[in-house]
């Protein structure tokens, strides 16, 4: 009598990947899923419970970044598209660096993204801080930076676990400072 096949394991040490095999992920509208971005991500999220509204202008105002940011003790520029930031970047053991990046998006109350280029082209980050409402005085940050270019992801994985510790840290910093702004409002 034959021996029966082995059953498609989902998951597991001896997993085949499922069963049927999988095409391309879809959109709602039957059009193809975008790839997303080449690179290494490195991303940290944190719940805030203060409006978009106010944990933007946290983030918006440069000039007091200073008072409350450890990732970017000094910052200065306009947040427009296409403008530079000179920004200080303090990452954990590491000495502090000064950068110039350059705005690619904004939308207020909803996200800030900005790009940097070094050593010539080889190594380009884009940087994102990303607001997401979920009720009236709640939201969740996105806070992480892309490693692209030819020795992006060399760079990520040297120092990915410093620029996570950096994120995490920024984070609680910008939640302190957001529900300590809705707080004074409140009363």
């Not at 944190?46 to 990732?71: K, R």
């Not at 997401?132 to 990915?160: D, Q």
């Not at 840290?169 to 409140?186: N, P, T, V």
Request: glycine fraction near 10%; include cysteine; aromatic fraction near 6%.
């Amino acid at each position: 009598m034959p021996i029966a096949p082995s059953p498609q394991l989902k998951a597991g040490l001896f997993a085949r990947g499922g069963g049927a095999p999988k095409g391309p992920k879809t959109t709602p509208t039957g059009a193809p899923a975008p790839k997303p971005p080449p690179g290494v991500r490195i991303e940290h999220r944190i719940g805030i419970q203060a409006p978009a509204e106010v944990i933007w202008e946290a983030i918006s105002d440069l000039d007091s970044w200073a008072q409350w940011n450890p990732l970017y003790p000094k910052a200065a520029g306009q947040i427009r598209i296409g403008g530079t930031l000179e920004l200080t970047l303090a990452l954990p053991g590491q000495p502090p660096q000064e950068i110039r990046p350059t705005v690619l998006e904004w939308v207020p109350n909803e996200q800030l993204h900005w790009r940097l280029i070094m050593l010539g082209g080889l190594v380009k980050t884009t940087r994102f801080l990303e607001i997401e409402s979920l009720a009236e005085a709640s939201c969740i940050v996105s806070n992480g930076e892309l490693f692209a270019g030819l020795m992006g992801p060399s760079i990520a994985k040297r120092l990915g676990r410093s620029v996570y510790r950096a994120f995490v840290e920024m984070d609680e910093a910008l939640k302190a400072r957001a529900e300590a702004l809705w707080a004074a409002r409140q009363d």
